[in-house]
């Protein structure tokens, strides 16, 4: 079943023949379409990096509805009970891999604005980089064990006072000389301050740990190990694999762009329906007599209805076409924002999927068919004999 | 082929215009034999292009009964109707109404789309159209590269490439000079005497009409008493002549 039997290059011609009035008609969509595009992208950039932050085979542990490792506090009593589980991986020397970690917010002065700004301390047990492959030790060493040493993120580095090999920083009461310098991608792990667990326990007067991150021995056997241990009445904890932690974190801050350049899209999408609109009505308006002719000649109201509402939808997929590959050029930008759970620095791409493809290439069809829709039925409608006149 | 081509019982049509009626055709009974070449003439706004309308099923009557080749038109469906002028009717209009984005071959080829011949077959048909019209040589050249002549031409290739029973022209020649109405006009001749096609053309030009085998004249919604037969001039002495 053909859609219209009016030959397609009828229809494509006349678009061709009118080459202004369809490049601006259509560069007004492909503009509506390259800020639908970028914005999802943008949302999809946003959640990959998040994702990426985490390992799908390590495991957080935080208390029961805590939102973030800050807001979190896990007992040494909970820790331990939860160190003793058998599905914990080990390494090499056949020690867990299992870091018991205290997270905690400070602010220091930023190099760039002197003002204050949050950056994530984290004290990891022995195992903390080891659990993180991302995680690598670029300048200096580790720090020691039991001492006020720390490691910093190179983003933290790059922009804090301090924060260079034999600076040290102040906070807790305490001076913590930084000993080495870590890169860890573009995941969250890059702005943040490590140092020995117990000793951010004791220098932030703390009795619980914030969180603990383990690497599963048998990932397929996560779902039972999270049941029992939630339900475990010793327990008021809440077990996530590391990819779904980040994944959460990143779910507010994606909504919100999501729901605001939607909103946009749909705002601007107007003004390029009554765009195509115009542009249709003019079309039917100039071919009437063509349209009296074909309907005499035999061609059905539905066939005439079909042939202008194909060209709307044409008109259309062609602005779709250039909005997205103009959109496909933001995949080389790089953009940050602040993390708004951890109000940490995070750096992030604009990321083309094929889901966003279709879905851009549907919603740009989407305002071709409505702005196409009451003018094709307008041309269906006509009146032969008045349309010969006319014409 | 017994009965008549088109016959018509008792037609009338009245138009509506700001809630008045305006009559246009009140009694209209006649018949149009097979290959006959009819012509219609008549003041302007008695009626000629609205009862030709009719004849040719783009227009319904308001009465009356027309019968083409024994079908009732005015009782088919708009659809069945539309159908029906794809395979049956023959359309050459005055100002030639070809699809300016289309080339002399794709404006043939146009009503062929209607029909279940293949692209290749549509081709030679529409090739071969344009070969009895004179075109053979103009067949990529899109409506404005033509003269007014030429198109009318190719409007002609486009009336009768389906094989119609039968053409309806409205003022054909009305937008022609004279060398190139007579070439129309024996085209259409041609096309009454070699491969038997009926005709019924509006005219106001009596010289054209005098080339129909009869006149018929339409005066205030109601058509001449009697045919009028004209004594039809050899084509051959006419060739040439315009
Ligand atoms: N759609 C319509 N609505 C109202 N009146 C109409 C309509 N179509 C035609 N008429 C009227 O019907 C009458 C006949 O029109 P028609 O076009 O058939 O005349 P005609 O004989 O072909 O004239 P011409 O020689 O000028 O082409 C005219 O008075 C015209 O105004
Ligand atoms: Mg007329």
Known sequence: ????????????????????????????????????????MLEAGLRETLISTGQPDN????????????QSGVQRREAAIVESEPNIAVDAQGDKLI???????????????GRKSNIVVRGTGAKGLALRPQVVLTEGRLFRPGSSEVIVGRSIRDGFHGAAIGDSLRFAQRDWTVVGVFDAGKTGFSSEVWGDSEQMLQAFRR??????????????SFEAMKTRLEADP???????????FYADQSEALATFIKILGTVLSIIFSIGAIIGAMITMYAAVANRVGEIGALRALGFQRRAIMAAFLLESLLLSLTGGVVGLLAASTMQWFQLSTTNWQTFSELAFSFSLTSGITVRVLLFSLAMGFIGGFLPAARAARMNIVDALREG | MSGPAVSLRAVAKTYWRGGQPVPVLTDISFDIQHGDFLALMGPSGSGKSTLLNLIAGIDQPTGGEIRVDDVDIARLSESELADWRARHVGFIFQFYNLMPVLTALENVELPLMLTSLNRRQRREHAQLALEMVGLAERVGHYPNELSGGQQQRVAIARAIVTDPTLIVADEPTGDLDRKSAGEILDLLDRLNGD????????????RAAERAHAIRHLEKGELSALEVAVSRPVTSEREGGG
């Not at chain 1, 030959?7 to 601006?24: A, D, G, M, S, V």
């Not at chain 1, 009795?207 to 397929?220: E, G, N």
């Not at chain 1, 008021?236 to 990819?243: A, D, F, G, I, S």
């Open chain 1, 1 to 40: 079943m053909k859609f219209t039997n009016i030959p397609f290059h009828y229809i494509w011609r006349n678009l061709l023949t009118r080459k202004l009035t369809t490049l601006l008609t259509a560069g007004g969509m492909a503009l509506v379409v390259f800020v639908f595009a970028a914005v999802l």
């Open chain 1, 59 to 70: 495991v957080v542990v935080i208390r029961k509805s805590a939102q973030t490792e800050v």
């Open chain 1, 99 to 113: 870091s018991k970690e205290t997270v905690v917010l400070i602010s220091q002065p930023k190099k760039s604005t």
């Open chain 1, 207 to 220: 009795t619980a740990y914030s969180a603990v991150v383990f690497k599963l021995y048998d990932p397929s």
């Open chain 1, 234 to 244: 010793r327990l008021t904890l809440e077990l996530k694999t590391e990819t779904r």
């Open chain 2, 195 to 206: 491969l038997g096609k009926t005709i019924v053309m509006v005219t106001h030009d009596q």
